[in-house]
Protein backbone atom coordinates (compact mmCIF):
# COMPACT_ATOMS: atom_id res chain seq x y z
CA UNK A 1 0.00 0.00 0.00
CA UNK A 2 1.61 3.10 -1.25
CA UNK A 3 1.76 5.74 2.04
CA UNK A 4 3.47 8.68 2.33
CA UNK A 5 4.64 10.31 6.12
CA UNK A 6 5.45 13.55 6.70
CA UNK A 7 7.32 14.60 10.05
CA UNK A 8 9.89 17.60 11.31
CA UNK A 9 6.80 19.98 11.96
CA UNK A 10 6.76 22.03 15.43
CA UNK A 11 6.46 25.50 17.20
CA UNK A 12 9.03 27.58 15.98
CA UNK A 13 10.16 31.66 16.74
CA UNK A 14 10.30 33.90 13.58
CA UNK A 15 13.88 33.66 11.86
CA UNK A 16 13.76 30.01 13.38
CA UNK A 17 14.23 26.80 10.85
CA UNK A 18 12.46 23.60 11.11
CA UNK A 19 13.66 20.59 8.04
CA UNK A 20 10.60 18.41 7.14
CA UNK A 21 10.64 14.94 5.76
CA UNK A 22 8.86 12.85 3.67
CA UNK A 23 8.97 8.94 3.89
CA UNK A 24 7.51 6.95 1.29
CA UNK A 25 6.74 3.24 1.30
CA UNK A 26 4.82 0.84 -1.16
CA UNK A 27 5.72 2.33 -4.28
CA UNK A 28 9.39 3.25 -5.38
CA UNK A 29 10.11 7.20 -5.06
CA UNK A 30 12.32 7.16 -8.16
CA UNK A 31 9.64 7.34 -10.79
CA UNK A 32 8.37 10.09 -8.66
CA UNK A 33 7.93 13.96 -8.99
CA UNK A 34 7.55 15.44 -5.39
CA UNK A 35 5.81 18.48 -4.34
CA UNK A 36 5.36 20.06 -0.91
CA UNK A 37 2.03 21.94 -0.54
CA UNK A 38 0.45 23.74 2.63
CA UNK A 39 -2.69 24.39 3.85
CA UNK A 40 -3.41 27.45 5.93
CA UNK A 41 -6.84 28.72 7.91
CA UNK A 42 -8.88 30.93 5.55
CA UNK A 43 -5.96 30.65 2.72
CA UNK A 44 -6.03 28.77 -0.45
CA UNK A 45 -3.60 25.98 -0.73
CA UNK A 46 -0.08 26.89 -2.20
CA UNK A 47 2.17 24.76 -4.02
CA UNK A 48 5.47 25.38 -1.96
CA UNK A 49 8.21 23.83 -3.85
CA UNK A 50 9.00 20.67 -6.27
CA UNK A 51 11.42 18.66 -7.56
CA UNK A 52 11.60 16.39 -10.27
CA UNK A 53 12.20 13.10 -10.92
CA UNK A 54 15.70 13.93 -11.75
CA UNK A 55 15.79 16.01 -8.88
CA UNK A 56 18.09 18.64 -11.67
CA UNK A 57 14.71 20.74 -11.71
CA UNK A 58 13.17 22.62 -8.76
CA UNK A 59 10.80 25.26 -8.43
CA UNK A 60 9.45 27.62 -5.70
CA UNK A 61 6.60 29.57 -4.89
CA UNK A 62 7.96 33.23 -4.71
CA UNK A 63 6.92 33.96 -0.72
CA UNK A 64 9.83 31.18 -0.26
CA UNK A 65 12.57 31.55 -2.70
CA UNK A 66 16.06 31.55 -0.98
CA UNK A 67 14.57 30.83 2.19
CA UNK A 68 13.18 27.09 1.52
CA UNK A 69 15.22 23.92 -0.05
CA UNK A 70 13.72 20.47 -1.54
CA UNK A 71 15.99 17.68 -1.73
CA UNK A 72 15.62 13.73 -2.24
CA UNK A 73 17.55 11.00 -1.20
CA UNK A 74 16.00 8.49 -2.92
CA UNK A 75 17.82 5.47 -1.70
CA UNK A 76 15.95 6.40 1.68
CA UNK A 77 12.88 6.98 -0.35
CA UNK A 78 12.52 10.32 1.46
CA UNK A 79 12.18 13.78 0.66
CA UNK A 80 13.57 16.64 2.60
CA UNK A 81 12.22 20.39 2.91
CA UNK A 82 14.56 22.71 4.60
CA UNK A 83 12.97 25.62 5.48
CA UNK A 84 14.90 29.08 6.91
CA UNK A 85 14.09 31.83 8.43
CA UNK A 86 10.47 31.03 9.09
CA UNK A 87 7.58 33.63 8.91
CA UNK A 88 4.39 33.94 11.19
CA UNK A 89 3.05 33.53 7.54
CA UNK A 90 4.82 30.32 6.58
CA UNK A 91 2.31 28.54 9.37
CA UNK A 92 0.10 26.16 7.38
CA UNK A 93 0.16 22.02 7.70
CA UNK A 94 2.36 20.84 4.86
CA UNK A 95 1.95 17.98 2.76
CA UNK A 96 3.94 16.21 0.48
CA UNK A 97 2.74 14.43 -2.39
CA UNK A 98 4.09 12.42 -5.36
CA UNK A 99 3.47 13.01 -8.98
CA UNK A 100 4.28 11.13 -11.99
CA UNK A 101 4.21 14.16 -14.11
CA UNK A 102 6.36 16.62 -15.17
CA UNK A 103 5.40 18.74 -11.85
CA UNK A 104 8.71 20.85 -11.65
CA UNK A 105 7.53 22.96 -15.24
CA UNK A 106 4.45 23.53 -13.70
CA UNK A 107 3.32 26.94 -11.93
CA UNK A 108 2.66 26.13 -8.49
CA UNK A 109 4.21 22.62 -8.72
CA UNK A 110 0.34 21.88 -10.94
CA UNK A 111 -2.17 21.08 -8.44
CA UNK A 112 -2.42 18.43 -5.82
CA UNK A 113 -5.17 16.65 -7.21
CA UNK A 114 -3.21 15.10 -9.93
CA UNK A 115 -0.92 14.07 -7.69
CA UNK A 116 -0.99 10.36 -7.23
CA UNK A 117 0.00 9.92 -3.57
CA UNK A 118 -0.42 12.19 -0.79
CA UNK A 119 0.47 12.31 3.07
CA UNK A 120 -1.60 13.04 5.99
CA UNK A 121 0.18 16.28 6.90
CA UNK A 122 2.91 17.84 9.62
CA UNK A 123 2.24 21.19 11.10
CA UNK A 124 4.52 24.05 10.98
CA UNK A 125 3.25 27.20 13.71
CA UNK A 126 6.07 30.13 13.44
CA UNK A 127 5.04 32.39 16.43
CA UNK A 128 6.85 33.89 19.27
Known amino acids: QAQLVESGGGLVQPGGSLRLSCVAS????????VGWFRQAPGKEREGVTC????????RYADSVKGRFTISRDNAASTVHLQMNDLKPDDSAIYYC?????????????????????RGQGTQVTVSS
Open 97 to 117: AVSEGAVATMPGCGRLEWYAY
Open 51 to 58: ISISGDNT
Open 26 to 33: GFTLDYYA
